[in-house]
């Protein structure tokens, strides 16, 4: 076990881009236990303008207000008990963090599949001059990324499971009053919450949707949150809303019925378990890393094949064709899905860490 100098353990995290369920985390974290926590991040991006709560307990400093030599400084000022690391990408937070593996848990995060690429094989090959001599443990979120952390020479006890998790009590109350909407009356209407880029798969969806609608009378509605470089289509039961901020989710899921995830690249996909806990169908790419944890085929949702959009028709036509009554079904078996992960979950994985 690791003996901490301090009277309360500290915890560094060098974060890339601030998401809403990480401050979710890290909240959870200090409310769950006695500990110190120093946020390092990259600036919001332009693309996805969260407004974040942060909590009075937690420092937070834009990694843009500090030189190089002033980030190692500060690291060393904070004598960290544990250091968490957003993946390779930063190497002014790779040369910081030197020199601390021998001492502490010095955790890197990977959210990237392994594909077998020859760029994987060359980072696998150099891993040991690299990464191994930096980071003690690898954090990913699930199976597919275990398997490149394995690749890249981390031991089976030294990978963390479960990194990535959605605000679980955030959308558990909105879930409770989304369940007793459904239980009335279903909502007809799919719902889509990401960018509009192109692997996201947003046009791929949209051409879905309006061939099925071309063939049949119907009441659905496909109702898209987000914004990015493609330019919203116009469509008589498409409506676009423009970026939402996830506190003010609740209305829009309240008034839907059906997610839809037609990523074409998706190392995770936190928002799958952000709406399978407020209770909604799903149906998703296999391209979505999230859908190993939180789909079970014709249980509570389906899977595609990426960038096929006649099998995503055809799922939206036969998820469509469910009663009511299957439909609420499919809704209750995603809130069970949606336990396995958590802030506590998460939290609790880490002191695991800290105190082995």
């Known amino acids: 076990m690791n003996q901490s100098p301090h009277t309360k353990p500290r915890l560094l995290f060098l974060y890339s881009e601030l998401a809403d369920y990480f401050l979710a985390c890290i909240r959870k974290l200090l409310s769950d236990y006695d500990v110190e926590v120093e946020v390092i991040h990259w600036p919001v991006n332009k693309e996805a303008p969260f407004v974040f709560s942060f909590t009075e307990k937690a420092k937070y400093y834009e990694k843009s207000k500090f030189s190089k030599k002033e980030l190692q400084e500060k690291i060393k000022s904070f004598a960290p008990d544990f250091i968490y690391c957003s993946g390779w990408m930063d190497k002014d937070y790779l040369e910081a963090v030197k020199g601390y593996k021998s ?3 010095v955790v890197m995060g990977l959210d990237t599949w392994w594909t077998g690429s020859f760029k994987q094989q060359i980072a696998c090959l150099l891993s040991r001059f690299t990464l191994m001599r930096t980071f003690s443990h690898a954090w990913v979120p699930g199976s597919r990324q275990k398997k490149y952390a394995l690749k890249l020479g981390f031991k089976e006890k030294k990978i963390l499971t479960g990194y990535y998790t959605a605000d679980t009590d955030n959308f558990k109350v909105i ?3 989304c369940m007793v909407e459904k239980s009335k009356k279903f909502p ?8 509009y880029y192109d692997f996201k798969g947003i046009t791929d969806l949209w051409d879905a949707f309006i061939s099925w609608k071309a063939e049949t009378n119907n009441d659905w509605e496909l109702w898209c949150l987000g914004t990015g470089e493609i330019k919203p289509i116009e469509h008589p039961a498409i409506k676009h809303f423009g970026f939402v901020q996830p506190k003010e989710m609740g209305p829009y899921m309240l008034a839907a019925g059906v ?12 928002v799958l378990h952000e709406f399978c806990t407020a209770g909604f169908p799903a149906i998703c790419s296999d391209k979505v890393g999230a859908a190993e944890a939180f789909i079970n085929e014709g249980e509570n949702g389906y899977i595609y094949p990426a960038g096929n959009v006649d099998e995503l028709k055809e ?22 899905k949606s336990l396995t ?3 506590a979950i ?3 994985t880490l002191m695991n860490t800290l105190q082995s």
């Open 103 to 105: 001492k502490i848990p």
């Open 315 to 336: 799922l939206i036509k036969k998820i469509t064709a469910s009663t009511d009554d299957k439909l609420l079904k499919m809704a209750e078996k995603s809130r069970e």
């Open 175 to 177: 879930g409770d009053s």
């Open 341 to 343: 992960l958590s802030p």
């Open 259 to 270: 997610f839809v995830m037609p990523s074409r690249f998706e190392p995770w996909g936190v």
């Open 188 to 195: 007809h209407r799919l719902i889509y919450a990401g960018r």
């Open 346 to 348: 998460w939290a609790k």
